[in-house]
């Protein structure tokens, strides 16, 4: 298998590939060099899914991920005539050469090389390949002070391993709290693969910290559910979403790991059965290895949150991802779903969105809609960037992975908190206690510490014994006592 990204930066290569034309040989936006980057500006939802049915047609790279009636796609040059035609004023070309727009705006994928000067969070500062991200993992789990396991959960399509990290606190059994945070079905949303490290990275540094954080709790991350589409989409297509499914020889290949899933597998909702479709949900529920390796983690015990980590659009997407009507339980769903937000949001000032399909678009047979079955909470993170505009969707700038998996990390760390606490109404604030007064006709106060002391000539009395407990723990008095003693008196 071609392996250019990744070889070009081990040659040192990558700095030039970045700046623009590669020349140097392929790397995953070859494919897309020399071809329109093209806008089409639809004005409603029935227009959009007609011109997105014209794209697949014409084999055009669809990269809106429909997330709004802007839709943006590379195509063929040969194809934009009849399309300028088609669309007229609604199509815009954005640039005549996709590939470098992105290599130049994006980047590729690199190695991390240790030495002198370089810091550790400098992993963070460019996208890693597939091999580095895994190689970290062992590390981090090799340095976890025990309290993590890397477990091989499936293999892929093509005999890749796919990885777990399990941490699971003292006193955890089945039934207990329990979160499952996966990471990159879908491989060209590069900044969900970083977010899946980070989140390992930082939970056994949080551990490190509070050894006994996850008490009671299991919390098991999948970072690279699909691995074989994400070597893909780090060589050979930058734009790959689904896995590598051979579709019985079909000339199209993968299946959407994202719509692989019942609920509602094969349903209407932004799903198709056509093997060259993006979002094609397969020959079956559940048909595909990584979606039986992910199916089997969350099969294992009672799930109370599932986080499924996608990019772009700074959303928290609440169940049912299948259908526009509420949630039964959606009031519940909303405490840990906001919750989220506010920790999102919190961290860099960065505005996400919280909201069920309405907020998005709904989708049928998607992963976080599983645990539902059962009764649990299947969210769905879309993270940065916020757009495609100043943003670039899919391939955002380098300098958001860092951000961005920090606002993840921060999600993850609010859904953990309330699993351990799993309240369906927010606590109404403390009462403040009623403060209690020494009685007057026999005290005053309280003093400066908070006892009562008897009038000149009495004697304080706790029942019928002389002496009474008064602030200092322990100790007694015959002039001072506490103001919450009922059974005090100064006689
Ligand atoms: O379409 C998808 O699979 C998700 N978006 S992405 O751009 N990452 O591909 C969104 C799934 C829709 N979810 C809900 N409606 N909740
Ligand atoms: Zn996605």
């Not at 298998?1 to 020349?23: D, H, I, N, V, W």
């Not at 009636?69 to 669309?87: G, H, Q």
């Not at 009672?302 to 991802?321: E, K, R, T």
């Amino acid at each position: 298998m071609p392996r250019f990204c990744a070889l070009a930066t081990s040659l040192g290569m990558a700095a030039s590939l970045r700046k623009g034309k590669s020349g140097l040989g392929k790397d995953c936006y070859t494919m897309y060099d020399g071809k329109p980057l093209l806008e089409f500006h639809m004005q409603k939802p029935a227009e959009l899914l007609e011109a997105m049915a014209k794209l697949d047609e014409l084999e055009c790279t669809e990269m809106s991920g429909y997330h709004s009636t802007e839709l943006l796609a590379i195509c063929e040059t040969a194809k934009v005539a009849s399309l300028k035609r088609l669309y007229g004023r609604n199509l815009t070309v954005v640039s005549e050469d996709a590939g470098g727009f992105y290599r130049s705006t994006s980047g590729v994928p690199e190695a991390f090389v240790d030495g002198p000067g370089v810091q550790a969070a400098d992993w963070y500062l460019r996208w890693r390949t597939y091999e580095t991200r895994i190689a970290k993992l062992e590390t981090l789990v090799a340095a976890c002070d025990g309290k993590a396991s890397l477990e091989q959960i499936g293999a892929s399509v093509e005999g890749r391993p796919i990885w777990a990290v399990r941490f699971r606190g003292a006193g955890w059994t089945p039934g207990a709290a329990r979160v499952v945070v996966d990471f990159e079905l879908h491989p060209r949303e590069w900044i969900v693969g970083m977010a899946g490290i980070y989140a390992v990275e930082k939970t056994c540094e949080a551990l490190r910290a509070q050894p006994d954080w996850l008490a009671n709790t299991e919390v098991v991350f999948a970072p690279a559910m699909n691995p074989d589409g994400s070597i893909w989409s780090e060589t050979d297509n930058r734009m790959w979403r689904k896995n590598r499914a051979d579709n019985n020889g079909n000339r199209c290949k993968g299946v959407d790991l994202n719509r692989n899933w019942d609920p509602d597998w094969a349903g209407r909702e932004s799903t198709s059965g056509s093997k060259c479709s993006d979002v094609y949900y397969g020959s079956a529920a559940f048909s595909e290895p990584e979606t039986q390796a992910l199916k089997n983690l969350l099969d294992e015990a009672p799930v109370q949150i599932h986080l499924d980590v996608h990019s772009f659009g700074n959303l928290i997407l609440a169940p049912w991802s299948y259908k526009m009507e509420f949630h039964e339980q959606r009031a519940a769903i909303d405490v840990p779903g906001k919750l989220m937000l506010e920790a999102m949001e919190s961290v860099h000032g960065e505005s996400y969105t919280y909201g069920g399909s309405e907020a998005l678009y709904p989708a049928s047979g998607v992963c976080p809609d599983y645990v539902g079955l059962s009764g649990g909470f299947g969210y769905t993170f879309e993270l940065r960037p916020k757009s495609r505009w100043g943003g670039g969707g899919f391939a955002p700038p380098e300098d958001q992975i860092l951000p961005g998996s920090e606002e993840c990390w921060a999600g993850i760390v609010a859904a953990i908190e309330w699993t351990k606490n799993p309240y369906t109404t927010p606590p109404p604030p403390p009462t403040p206690a009623p403060p209690t007064l020494c009685d007057p006709a026999f005290s005053n106060g309280p003093d400066s510490d908070g006892d009562c002391d008897c009038n000149s000539g009495l004697t304080c009395y706790e029942g019928s014994s002389r002496g009474c407990t008064f602030s200092s723990a322990g100790r007694t008095s015959t002039r001072y006592f506490l103001p919450s003693c009922a059974t005090c008196s100064c006689k």
